[in-house]
């Protein structure tokens, strides 16, 4: 199980994304929040910026939409150049057909839990997955403190993905620090998503290194 770290541009200065892209060399992702205002009460940004993104940086986009009708929208996202693209299950009305768009248009294709959503339901879209996303905070807004009740559905995950096979990547979104991550990495997360901690630093790629190397004392 390899770390690795997602930065969230959530907590980044949007008027400067490339400079903040660049700050970050040494993060395996860029996490991008796409939210529309309903499923969400926030709003950040869309197609168009990921778009720009994608020539701004040579670091995989990992978009994560919290948005109402992703079955809609999804697909144009893995166009755009996005390497993964994740939708939330509590969205999606066709998540089978709509996870397979992201994938044949060569996208890593990614489900999102809710802190209140349980796993053991969505076992079976185990096959269309590349990445399962467990929510560690109510989705909209950065800088929310860690939910400690998702840890034990982080472990339900862990053990239903080693039943098939051990590919699929657990991340965890939504606050995650240094205080926090040994937790999420002893739970059975690979991927960590982390915002405020990473652009709320005053040295960016030194707090990805630093989580980098707590999520490893732990996943060894
Ligand atoms: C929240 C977003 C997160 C957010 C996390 O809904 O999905 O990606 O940026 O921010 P932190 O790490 O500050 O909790
Ligand atoms: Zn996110």
Redesign the pocket.
């Not at 969230?8 to 907590?11: A, E, F, K, P, Y």
């Not at 929510?135 to 929310?144: I, K, L, N, Y």
């Not at 998503?193 to 709320?200: F, L, Q, W």
């Given at each position: 199980m390899a770390v690795q770290i997602s930065p969230?541009?959530?907590?980044a200065d949007f008027a400067r994304l490339a400079d903040e892209a660049a700050a970050v060399p040494n993060a395996d992702w860029l996490?991008v929040?796409v939210?529309d205002y309903h499923f969400?009460p926030?709003l950040t940004l869309g197609l168009p910026v990921v778009e720009s993104l994608r020539k701004a940086t040579s670091l995989p986009l990992d978009c994560?939409l919290?948005i109402e009708d992703p079955d809609r929208w999804a697909p144009a996202y893995a166009e755009a150049g996005a390497g993964s693209v994740t939708i939330h299950a509590e969205a999606a009305k066709a998540p089978v057909r709509t996870l397979r768009q992201i994938r044949s248009l060569g996208a890593r294709a990614a489900l999102a839990l809710n802190p209140g959503t349980a796993v053991e339901p969505y076992e079976g879209l185990f096959g269309e997955i590349d990445m399962l996303l467990l929510?560690?905070?109510?989705?909209?807004?950065?800088?929310?403190e860690?939910l400690d009740m998702v840890l034990p559905k982080i472990r339900t995950a862990r053990s239903l993905v080693e039943r098939h096979g051990g590919q699929i990547w657990i991340q965890v979104?939504?606050?995650?620090?240094t205080e926090t991550i040994e937790r999420v990495a002893e739970a059975g997360a690979d991927v960590f998503?982390?915002?405020?901690?990473?652009?709320?630093a005053s040295d960016p790629s030194a707090a990805v290194d630093a989580l980098r190397a707590q999520a490893e004392t732990v996943t060894g």
């Open positions: 969230s541009i959530l907590s996490h929040d939210m969400v926030n994560h919290m929510m560690t905070v109510e989705p909209g807004f950065g800088g929310q860690f979104d939504g606050g995650v620090t998503v982390a915002g405020s901690a990473v652009y709320g």
